[in-house]
């Protein structure tokens, strides 16, 4: 792992002094995949969580690796996405889903940071990718790093305090509602007085952003909404996201089962749904695999 990680560093050079050969977002997420795989493959060798193990005794079951410094690494490949001319998409989803292999192994500290440093490359990267960052926030990112510690619903201070910069970036950095409301609801999921939130980024958001956030608080909290302007307000309108289906690599019929249950122990979910965690299950599924 330390070698390939070198290979990274030289790619980062490479790219940032445009050094011959200039590699690729291909070539670069190619590499990653060495990455993905490995860590997937510790997952599928390690036992599944035990009750209310701590978080440093699961850590201390897994090999021992530099996931920091490879987490540390993917970070400062963030910076190439908008440099690259040809292969950044691949580049994107390719740092986006390794660093979903890479969350199981990941301190509290790193985690609860990690939501506000991927939103931010909504602000670099292309269009084209910004489905995947909210995709990945959504669903991998903010649940991983809220709920993988059995914190019985408390949310991690930093993520707490940082929700309203990531709505605000969000509504700053990308026009579509449907992005918009699909990172409030997540975090409505795990976070109380989201709110809040959404009047920070009222007060003191930059001009562009303070109309979706006003449209969002009454649609979501109409009980707010002010009596002398329900006559003007029309409302959110949005087209909203494909729920989430079955994951379980042997449900029957997943395209037709959305998911209700969400399992964020790592070998389970490499095991049954060969992803990394979490694993969202149908009802179905969920009761199956209880035991």
């Known amino acids: ?19 011959y050969p200039v590699p690729t977002g291909t070539d670069i997420a190619n590499t990653l995949k060495y990455f993905s795989q490995t860590l997937l493959s ?17 850590l201390s079951e897994y090999p021992s690796l530099d996931y920091q410094g490879l987490y540390v690494t993917l970070v400062t490949l963030l910076d190439l996405v908008p440099l690259l001319q040809h292969g950044q ?41 910004h489905k995947d960052i909210t995709e990945y926030l959504s669903t991998s990112f903010l649940p991983m790093a809220i709920c993988s510690r059995g914190r019985e619903g408390n949310v991690p201070q930093h993520v707490n305090l940082s929700a309203s910069s990531m709505l605000m970036i969000a509504m700053q950095y990308t026009s579509n509602p449907v992005y918009h409301c699909q990172l409030l609801e997540c975090l409505m999921k795990y976070k ?44 959110l309108q949005y087209t909203a996201w494909n729920p989430i289906h079955c994951q379980h690599i042997e449900c029957h019929n997943a ?35 209880a035991g």
């Open 89 to 129: 998409h691949d580049l994107g989803q390719s740092i986006f889903y390794t660093t979903a292999c890479l969350l199981p192994f990941l301190s509290d500290d790193i985690l609860s940071t990690l939501p506000y440093t991927m939103i931010s490359t909504l602000a670099t990267f292309p269009p084209f990718l």
């Open 42 to 58: 510790v997952l599928r060798d390690s036992p599944s969580e035990r009750g209310q193990q701590s978080r440093d005794a699961q």
């Open 1 to 19: 792992v330390a070698s390939k990680i070198r290979y990274l560093h030289e790619y980062h050079h490479r790219v940032i002094h445009n050094t």
């Open 255 to 289: 395209i037709n089962k959305p998911a209700v249950k969400m399992c964020i122990d790592a070998a389970l979910s490499v095991a049954l749904g060969d992803k990394p965690p979490p694993l969202y299950l149908c009802e179905e599924c969920s009761q199956r695999i």
């Open 192 to 235: 109380q007085e989201v709110w809040k939130d959404l009047l920070y980024v009222i007060a003191y958001g930059p001009s562009q952003v303070k109309p979706p956030a006003v449209q969002m608080l009454f649609h979501y909290w109409p009980n707010l909404k002010p009596p002398g302007a329900i006559s003007e307000y029309r409302g």
